[in-house]
């Protein structure tokens, strides 16, 4: 970190609006790694025995330093550099728990036992470690611990797929240094699933368990764990690189698809979380929630299964999201404000579920009660956190999916989704209301009153309570036939037009699993009665919904601001023609008499023999911005 960033960063921390406005602002990986608060994800889930001590190794400006704070009775923190600690000890001099030390963990004397450790990606050995740095590493993290303590180790995986897609090494900056026995990088290592299993029993630790944060441990918006693994369709998004750009080879989604169907996730995740127990386990109470309260069943021993985070939000509407497991094997899920002004929206469930229940309560008596869906009942909601029972059943998604690259069962398995979810309410008049525009609409869809789309929305019906996220995955049958809706948090009593929402419902789906649909969209929305006027209205009033979530702009979403740029190399081969692949045989012609130095070879002329047709190709099919490099290279 160089003195000008450590400046900035110390300026941003001095008070929480300020480090809000440096994040929403910047563009640099070291800003966004060492402020943003979605690093707290990798062990917000986790509760940590309140009166416990915690030694954090590698604290950096202390990203997580205050979550410790928050979770423990003291926190000593251990951070190389001055100026980091700097910063760490301003960001969090509110707390009266903590002590930061500056030095390299490997060459202090610790003499005090700690009932945790914390080891999150600072494992690298300097240049004069000893010939088994990482073990002796590990060696000595479990001396620092008490017999009963345990170790939470976050790092990369040496076969993450995103390594195999095209992304460079984090360590060396290179692609594929992991993948090639890091023949090239010196004393840079990572590790796989069974070689980090066999180091942590070396160094010893009786057990360890393996999470999954998604799309790594740096910056995850998900936690998974061997209980709870993703699916087919769970991952929708490629890893971003956000400190330099990278190549995409493949489609990680796609192939994250069929790895997930394998049942190989655990050892292609781009990284690991592990917490490992270095001596008889004690019984510790899990108490997960929205803060150190505990719940109706903290007498329970609790498991996280899966955590997800909603942090790129509004500040109002940030949330947790976690599936828990008790002792005896129930499992509930639980909702959680991730800030104080969020409380609000979590208690606002409960009135939602009333919201629900009574709308569905118009159809009593009548022959489509029995197939309305029903909102997941509530077991608690105060203090920010809301619970539910975990219900066993089938998605309508997975309904759905089962049929993807068929295109006739798709669109019939489609249809009676979308049938299962409103068609019950669509044959009940009493369920039904006329649009209008209101001032509640007009804030939260945008204001849509010009002549061209009142003709639009002239006519339309609207649910006279409308759940927003009606999305496939939030919709369960149960084995006896019974609907449940699963998330009610966008429920609205002012007129939404119907067939908004059945345009969200189709176009969520659809816009995750795009590659195995064979069918063009136009043709999709016909199915559904939508003209390409009523989705381009559909498609605004969704914008100016996702600004409600996200903020002005979204805002929120800060992390768009510091994404590199992606080469899509592996589709441009795919797609070459022959004046492309003749620049590569040229390409291999030169690697094949540079062998291993080819990597040394920072700039090269290439001879193109149809020099002309290969510049008028390059004109073709380049952005403006490209055309000056195009005028230099003729010349």
């Known amino acids: ?47 940590f025995r309140p009166g416990a001590s915690l030694l954090e190794i590698g604290a950096e400006c202390g990203a997580l330093t205050g979550l410790f704070c928050r979770k423990v009775h003291h926190v000593t923190a251990v951070e190389e550099s ?56 590990l060696k000595k993290v479990r001396e620092c611990l008490k017999p009963e303590g345990k170790l939470f180790l976050a790092t990369e995986n040496r076969y993450g797929l995103k390594y195999f897609a095209g992304a460079p090494e984090e360590h060396t900056g290179r692609c594929f240094d992991g993948l090639e026995n890091y023949v090239s990088a ?13 180091m942590l029993r070396e160094a010893g630790f009786s057990d360890s368990r393996f999470y999954y944060p998604i799309p790594d441990y740096k910056l995850p918006s998900e936690i998974y764990s061997d209980e709870n693994l993703p699916s087919f369709g769970s991952i929708r998004y490629a890893t971003v690189s956000y400190d330099r750009n990278r190549y995409e080879l493949l489609d990680e989604r796609l192939a994250f698809d069929s790895i997930c169907q394998d049942g190989m996730f655990g050892d292609f995740a781009n990284s690991f979380l592990i917490v490992s127990s270095c001596g008889q386990q004690n019984t510790e109470t899990q108490v997960q929630g929205g803060g150190n309260g505990q719940t109706e069943q903290s007498d329970i021993t ?24 008790g002792e005896d094997g129930n499992r509930w899920v639980e909702k959680a404000a991730l800030r104080p002004e969020a409380r609000r929206h979590i208690e606002g469930l409960l009135e939602n579920r009333k919201k629900l229940t009574s709308i569905a309560s118009r159809g009593e008596g009548t022959e489509e009660a029995a197939d309305i869906p029903v909102p997941v009942e509530m077991i608690r909601n105060d203090d920010g956190l809301a619970v539910f029972p975990f219900v066993e059943g089938v998605s309508f998604a997975k309904e759905v999916t089962k049929f993807l690259g068929k295109r006739e069962g798709f669109l019939q398995a489609l249809h009676r989704a979308v049938e299962s979810i409103y068609g019950a309410f669509l044959r009940t008049p009493e369920m039904l209301v006329n649009f209008r525009m209101t001032k509640e609409f007009e804030h939260i869809f945008g204001v849509v009153g010009d002549e061209q789309t009142a003709e639009i929305l002239k006519g339309m019906k609207s649910l006279a309570v409308s759940n927003i996220d009606s999305i496939l995955s939030n919709f369960v049958r149960l084995s006896d036939g019974k609907l449940v809706c699963l998330d009610y948090e966008w429920v609205f009593t002012f007129p939404i037009p119907v067939e908004y929402l059945i345009y969200r419902t189709v176009y969520y789906y659809y816009s995750e699993n795009i590659h195995y649909i064979k069918i063009g969209e136009a043709e999709l929305w016909a199915e559904f009665g939508l003209n390409e006027a009523k989705v381009g209205l559909f498609r605004r009033m969704d914008d100016c919904f996702q600004q409600y979530v996200h903020g002005e702009k979204r805002k929120y979403i800060y992390t768009a601001n510091y994404g590199k740029k992606t080469i899509n190399i592996g589709k441009d081969i795919q797609n070459g023609e022959n004046w492309f692949l003749s620049i590569a045989d040229d390409i291999h012609y030169l690697n094949s008499h540079l062998g291993g130095y080819r990597r040394d070879l920072i700039k090269c002329h290439i001879k193109v023999d149809r020099r002309d047709m290969f510049l008028a190709k390059c004109r073709e099919k380049t952005p403006k911005g490209l055309k000056k490099l195009i005028h230099k290279l003729k010349k």
């Open 302 to 325: 609790k498991n996280v299964l899966y955590a997800k985070y909603n942090r790129l939000r509004a500040p109002e509407f940030q949330i947790s999201t976690k599936i828990i497991a």
């Open 82 to 137: 001055e100026g980091k600690a700097a910063v760490n000890r301003a960001r969090n001099a509110g707390y009266d728990n903590l002590t930061v030390e500056v030095g390299n963990f490997r060459r202090m004397e610790i003499k005090e036992k700690f009932d945790y450790v914390t080891l999150i990606g600072t494992w690298e050995p300097s240049d004069d470690e000893t010939e088994q740095p990482y073990l002796d590493t």
């Open 186 to 198: 010196g004393n840079i290592r990572t590790f796989s699933h069974k070689t980090l299993q066999k």
């Open 1 to 47: 970190m160089d003195e000008n960033t450590g400046k900035k960063l110390l300026h941003a921390v001095e008070n929480g609006k300020e480090r809000e406005n440096c994040l929403l602002s910047e563009n640099s990986w070291e800003v966004l790694y060492q402020l943003s608060d979605i690093r707290e994800n990798i062990l917000e889930w986790y509760d």
